[in-house]
C-alpha cells in the first residue's frame, strides 16, 4: 500500500531471497507446531489452564531476548537500559497476575 515501502521489499527479496524466505518458512513452521501443540493440549486439559499457560509466551520472549542480548549479541539485541526493563517487567507481573486469576 505504502510504495517505498513495497519497493524497499522488493529490492530486499531480490538481494536475499533465499534467507528471507527460508527466515519465513521458519517462522510459520514453529507457529505451526504452537498452534497445533495447543489444540493437542486442549484435549487434555481444560481451556482455561492451556490458555493461561499458552499467555506465558511473552515471558519466554522476554528471557530469550535478554539471553540472546547478553551472550549473543549478533544475533539478537534488546533494550536492557533500566527503564526498558523496568517496563517489560511490569507487564510480566500483570500477565503474571493475569494466568493467575484465570487458573483460579
Not at 510504495?3 to 538481494?15: K, M, N, V
Not at 521458519?26 to 507457529?31: F, Q, V
Not at 498452534?35 to 484435549?43: I, K, P, Q, V
Not at 540472546?68 to 534488546?78: H, I, K, N, T, Y
Amino acid at each position: 500500500m505504502i510504495p517505498s515501502y513495497r519497493r524497499q521489499f522488493i529490492a530486499l527479496l531480490r538481494t536475499n531471497t533465499a534467507a528471507l524466505l527460508s527466515i519465513n518458512a521458519s517462522n510459520e513452521l514453529i507457529n505451526l507446531g504452537g498452534g497445533l501443540g495447543s489444540r493437542y493440549a486442549l484435549l487434555f486439559a481444560p481451556l482455561s489452564i492451556v490458555q493461561a499457560i499458552g499467555s506465558t509466551t511473552t515471558l519466554f520472549v522476554f528471557a530469550f531476548g535478554i539471553v540472546l542480548s547478553v551472550f549473543f549479541p549478533s544475533f539478537g539485541r534488546e533494550d536492557l537500559s533500566g527503564r526498558e526493563l523496568v517496563q517489560k517487567g511490569i507487564a510480566a507481573v500483570i500477565v503474571a497476575i493475569g494466568v493467575a486469576l484465570v487458573t483460579r
